[in-house]
């Protein structure tokens, strides 16, 4: 999993999400706020009513974590255990840990609920556009080429086999791809939560890129507080204001990860049904899950689904959905019902 590195400094008097990665918060004052990189993005967690001596062997565990999850989904790494059965040309179900098997289950299920526009087997078509471990084109993909890359994806092609002795990941298709870097930061934002609860601290606030959990209060004893960024790179402006009440939020945005070719801006979401880069006015969604994961799932849908789809999806699966729309110059947002009852006033 690789991004391009943003990094905004302090200033907010809240955590910031957007998509692509994570930004400048102090979480409530005087939290213990542990940080450090992984995933080609940062990581961070700010406690409230732990005690500062444990801040080093608590941000080593976050690390260590976080380092082994990485090892296991990324497509970056070669010996990752996804990179592995990517290599692999056979239909054996390989064996998988139950981590990447909730991952796997979670991305098949959003991709059906999706219409198979969440596509974790998108990697061919990611790699052909140079979002991958692959280079940068220096042309456009001819559509032969997409052809051809697009023939080797397909969720029907893979599927996860729950055994009594544990899981396993089974593809039909030799060359297929799977790519989990929409889900990772998802994931290991849950990660890093379940690292809390078995320490036995239940004020937090973690977070990885763009996903982010909180529990319990702030040091101030409020809620933590989560800002929507608005889509700029210049400021740490904010949309809007939530408190997640235990849940998981991520973002996904088309205005921040992108290059240009031949004239035109290229999104590194690619719309599976047409091999392409998403061109549609959504630059950003924001959903809020039980789990991070599962919110780090269907932003992805919801970005490739674009704005009319986008929300008809969100009121069909009653999912607390934010979409931030390009409109002239300008944006425009929306809500849906659920979201409505995660929202603060803003007072800053
Ligand atoms: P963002 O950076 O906007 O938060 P993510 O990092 O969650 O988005 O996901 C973007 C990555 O997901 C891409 O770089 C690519 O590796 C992969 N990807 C692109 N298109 C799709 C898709 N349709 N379904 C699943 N994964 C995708
Ligand atoms: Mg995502």
């Known amino acids: 999993m690789k991004k391009n590195w943003l990094y905004f400094p302090v200033v907010a008097a809240f955590f910031m999400v957007s998509g692509c990665d994570q930004h400048n918060q102090s979480a409530g004052d005087s939290a213990l706020v542990l940080e450090g990189r992984t995933m080609g993005t940062f990581w961070r967690i700010s406690l409230a009513g732990v005690d500062e001596s444990r801040k080093e062997s608590l941000q080593k565990a976050a690390q260590q974590l976080l380092d082994s999850d990485d090892r296991e989904l990324s497509t970056w790494k070669d010996d990752s255990v996804i990179s592995r059965f990517n290599q692999y040309r056979g239909s054996e179900p390989q064996p998988i ?28 078509l990611v790699n052909l556009w140079g979002f991958g471990p692959a280079k940068q084109p220096l042309a456009t993909p001819s559509q032969a080429q997409i052809d051809a890359a697009r023939a080797l994806t397909g969720l029907q092609h893979l599927r996860v086999i729950q055994r009594s002795e544990g899981a396993y990941l089974q593809k039909d298709l030799p060359g ?116 991070a994961l599962e919110a780090d799932g269907w932003d992805t849908g919801l970005m490739v689904l674009g704005e009319e789809q986008a929300k008809a999806l969100a009121l069909r699966e009653n999912l607390a959905v934010y979409l931030i729309e390009k409109q002239g110059d300008g944006f425009s947002s929306w809500m849906s019902p659920q979201f409505k009852a995660f929202i603060l006033p803003q007072q800053e």
């Open 176 to 291: 297929l791809y799977v790519d989990l870097s929409t889900m990772g930061e998802g994931f290991a934002t849950d990660h890093l939560a379940r690292l809390m609860e078995k320490e036995g601290i239940n004020n937090y606030l973690v977070s990885v890129g763009g996903a982010v959990l909180t529990r319990g209060k702030n040091a101030e004893d409020k809620p933590w507080k989560v800002a929507i960024q608005k889509p700029t790179d210049k400021e740490n402006a904010v949309q809007a204001v939530v408190d997640l009440q235990g849940h998981g939020i991520s973002t996904s945005g088309s205005y921040r990860n992108y290059y240009e070719l031949d004239g035109k801006r290229i999104s590194h979401i690619i719309d599976p049904t047409t091999g392409r880069p998403i061109q549609h006015k959504l630059v950003s969604a924001t959903v809020i899950a039980t789990t």
């Open 97 to 124: 840990s139950d981590n990447m098997a909730d991952i796997v289950t979670m991305s098949l299920r959003i991709g059906q609920k999706t219409a198979g526009k969440m596509d974790i087997t998108v990697g061919p």
